[in-house]
Structures are given as C-alpha cells and as structure tokens.
C-alpha cells in the first residue's frame, strides 16, 4: 500500500504561483507513474500532469501547459507540482495518485484545496 499526502495548497492571486507536493510512505514510488488530478466544484475530475517513474515522461493537459511543471525526487518519495500564472478557473481540490501506468492509478490522496482569486 502507498499513503499519499499532498500539501501546499491555499489561497492565491491571479498571477500567482504555488507548489503542491505528495509526500508519500508505506513503500517506495520509485516505480510507480505518478499523476495530479483537479476536481472542481460541478466539473469533472482532470488529469492535469503526470510522470513516469524514471521522470523522463511528462504529461500536460492543455489547460495548465506553459504553465505547471511536475517533477519527481524518487529519494524523497515526493512528488511536485509547480503552478505559476494561475488563474481563477485553476481553483479546484488538486489530488495526487499513484499507478502503474498513466491511465491506471491504484493510490490516491486526499486533496489540497486550492482557491486562485480575481
């Protein structure tokens, strides 16, 4: 079992930046893709970025690219995502998940709010 826990969520301005991590614990992520997932209030959950294990593969939805970078630091069992020019329609509970590949994802965490004002 893998426990994900992400952090870094809050309030911004139009403009801003944040950076969400997903510590994760019970095993190592190492081989695991990783994904950050969004759920805003009446909208569909969305993929917005994912990364293979090694780091090497990244995924972007449309609407964050330019935007969001995702990384990964296999040592620190974490994994990031930086969100610069955000914008009020990024507001959503952002989510990290872990999986064996990017379509698939076995372990979820329980969300980080974040709230980008106009």
């Known amino acids: 079992q893998v426990q994900l826990v992400e952090s870094g969520g809050g309030l911004v301005q139009a403009g801003g930046s944040l950076r969400l991590s997903c510590a994760a614990s019970g095993r190592s992520i190492s081989t695991y893709a990783m994904g950050w997932f969004r759920k805003a209030p009446g909208k569909e959950r969305e993929c917005v970025s994912a990364?293979?294990?090694?780091?090497?593969?990244?995924v972007y939805a449309d609407s964050v690219k330019g935007r969001f970078t995702i990384s990964r630091d296999n040592a620190k069992n974490t994994v990031y995502l930086q969100m610069d020019s955000l914008k009020p329609e990024d507001t959503a509970v952002y989510y990290c998940?872990?999986?064996?590949?990017?379509?698939?994802?076995?372990?979820w965490g329980q969300g980080t709010q974040v709230t980008v004002s106009s």
């Open positions: 998940a872990a999986g064996g590949n990017f379509q698939v994802y076995d372990f």
């Open positions: 990364i293979s294990w090694s780091g090497g593969t990244t």
